[in-house]
């Protein structure tokens, strides 16, 4: 069975710097997707990023980007000039792909962040 | 386009009663999930629906939980009875396409006294 794990339960970073969130897991298929989900205190889970594993280039979306070693299993989530409103819990998350892989995503336990003013 | 929606947004009862879920999809999606995220833990899959099919409901404690999704839009997840051990966030989330990106609601908080 796939998991994921989140090395860092909290971390903080001052306001406009940058930080990287660890994320490995752990799979023997070769086809599936990566993603960071952000959880505010509304509770709900928001979609930041999402990579292929197929694909080599890193995912980005503003400011957040990711580094995605697939040897290494690694897939880490940096955050540039940071506000106030990135403060959350940040979860990285599996998904097989490919025809008849399952549709189950397979959550980290998560990194609580906080931005500093 | 509007959210998945989730009701109640907190419950709070005491053990041995009943509780009901109830998620509204975004529009058009043919696939629904509960999930189950206890505190301090990323969210758990209970159940998938495929339209009105529970396709994966390995997850699902059946003793004690049920889940329907009616005519493929609507679900309702229930416990009976509700033991200590239940008080979590239960998740409802929605997606579509071949992508499958995953669109939650905000969640039920509920906490079994």
């Known amino acids: 069975a796939q998991t994921v794990t989140q090395s860092q339960p909290e971390m903080s970073v001052q306001e406009a710097e940058t930080v990287t969130l660890s994320c490995t897991y752990d799979t023997s298929e070769s086809d599936y997707y990566l993603f960071w989900y952000k959880q505010p205190p509304s509770r709900q889970m928001i979609l930041v990023i999402r990579q292929e594993a197929y694909k080599q280039q890193n995912a980005t979306e503003n400011r957040f980007s990711v580094n995605f070693q697939k040897a290494a299993k690694s897939f880490s989530l940096k955050i540039s000039d940071s506000q106030l409103g990135d403060a959350a819990m940040y979860f990285c998350a599996y998904r097989s792909g490919g025809e008849g892989g399952s549709e189950k995503l397979v959550f980290g336990k998560g990194t609580k962040l906080t931005v500093n003013p | 386009e509007a959210g998945v929606v989730q009701s109640p947004r907190y419950k709070i009862i005491e053990k041995k009663q009943p509780v009901a879920f109830w998620c509204n999809p975004i529009?058009?999606?043919?696939?629904l999930y509960w999930y189950l995220q206890n505190l301090g833990q990323g969210p758990e899959l209970l159940i998938r629906y495929e339209n009105e099919e529970a396709v994966d409901d390995s997850q699902l404690p059946k003793d004690r939980f049920s889940a329907e999704r009616l005519k493929g839009v609507d679900s309702t997840l229930k416990i009976q009875p509700a033991e200590l051990g239940d008080s979590a966030v239960y998740l409802c989330?929605?997606?579509?396409?071949?992508?499958?990106?995953?669109?939650f609601g905000n969640g039920t908080r509920l906490t079994v006294t």
């Open positions: 989330a929605s997606s579509l396409g071949p992508d499958r990106t995953l669109h």
């Open positions: 529009s058009g999606h043919n696939t």
